[in-house]
């Protein structure tokens, strides 16, 4: 008896142990290929067909994120159905499916046009000097506020969507991630310009211990990680994506660093690249930096604080810093480092500041869509500091529900994250207290088996 005891012992042991350790699933895949350069695409993402004319179009609504197709050389149309007063944003990820080639001019391009054929705004990102296929985000926006011109009506206006690679070599497919934002304006009008000065010294990095922190596979896994120290592996190709918690009047600033390689010789001009991307996916700014096998590292230059005026700043550096939420950081090593020093990975280190007190952001007059993507949570804090994977997938998962739709508040997926602790923690407990139980019971038998024998 004792001895069946002991092995029911073992599995309980066991049963408690794996429900006490997080999950660990299978590389992303969602690009198709399951390599660990596939980007992981929203789990909750509609699948929707671009229309080449806008009489087609399907309509994208706030607060969801679609899937689409992008043929070479092609344009696409999508239909967005705004009132007169909201500001709405649409930023489109363009992933290339394998065995696509790139060159450094080659990008996307994404505008958004009234029914007229009025070019409200538009934005174009590209591959850049790294001239290696990974995820770039391109942006456009329809905005109503003071000291913008046109476009401020009701009705229909159109996302379009196109490549920009006139000289593609084995041009394939490439996938789209839609992402659509609405944001209310403020019950009170603010300032008509920028603030005029801010502290644009360069910030000294963060030292210090560093903590490991696997980097996500897209925007929806991004894992989320507040100031300190980080350190994570990165193969040629790759991309990884981190979030960052930036409230109102604060200020950000990042560093990346790559660590030297054993072997290898020469030197990759652009091997290195870090991306930011704010809280509607829309491009911020970038660094790089070359790899000769010695460490290297690139920073982003001075941000001002978040603030709703910069809004009114001239260039996309300061501009994009016009709202509270997470901010992203997309790190990616290009594929010609392999040629030179092997497939890796090697060490990445990833030095995040955020600097300043919390101020009070404007007061909206309606609600966002997604809800609450323009404001930061105590949980949000909480998931950046442990450094927590979402319950969308972290690094690992093949693909994560939108942070927003899995909460309806847009500022990640605490919530889930919060759940899975609970989940793990009552594993834990319910395996502690059949180990005890059981051990009462193979004691009460023990007594029983010697006072049978003594009888």
Known sequence: MAAHAAVALCAVLALGTAAALPARAAPPSAAGDGSPDAYAFARDARTVGGASGTTDAVRLDPGHIYRSVLPPGAKRYYRLDLDASANAYVSATAVPRAGARVSSSDGLKVSVQDADGTTCSSGTSYFGPTQSPHPI???????????????????????????????AVLPVDWDLELDCVSE?????????????????????????????????????????????VWQDGIRPGQTLFYKVPVDWGQQLSATVEMGSSEGGDGYVGT??????????????DDADAGYSGAQTSASLD????????????????????????????????????AERFGDGPFGLTLRVRVGGEPVPGPVYAGRSAP?????????????????????????????GSSPRAATGAGGGAAGDTRTMRMVAVGGIGTGSALVLWLGVWTLAARRRSRRRWAG
């Open 271 to 284: 091997a290195l690249a870090m991306s930011l991307y704010n809280p509607v996916r829309a491009f911020v």
């Open 302 to 337: 001075p941000l001002p604080p978040v603030d709703y005026a910069n809004r009114r700043a001239v260039g996309q550096r300061a501009g994009g810093m016009r709202f509270a939420g997470w901010y992203y950081l997309a790190v990616h090593l290009g594929a010609p480092v």
């Open 184 to 228: 209310p304006a403020p019950r009170r009008a603010g300032a008509t310009a920028p603030p005029r000065t801010w502290d644009s010294g360069s910030p000294e990095p963060v030292v210090g211990q560093a903590a490991q922190r696997a980097g996500g596979a897209g925007f929806a896994t991004a894992s989320a990680v507040g100031q300190g």
């Open 371 to 399: 809800g609450e993507v323009f404001r930061i949570t105590a949980a949000d804090r909480q998931e950046a500091a442990a450094g927590a994977e979402t319950a969308a997938g972290g690094g690992k998962e093949s693909g």
């Open 137 to 167: 985000a391109a942006w456009a926006s329809r905005e109503t506020g003071p000291g913008t011109y046109g476009c401020k009506g009701a009705g229909a206006y159109y996302a379009v969507v196109e490549r920009r690679d006139p000289t």
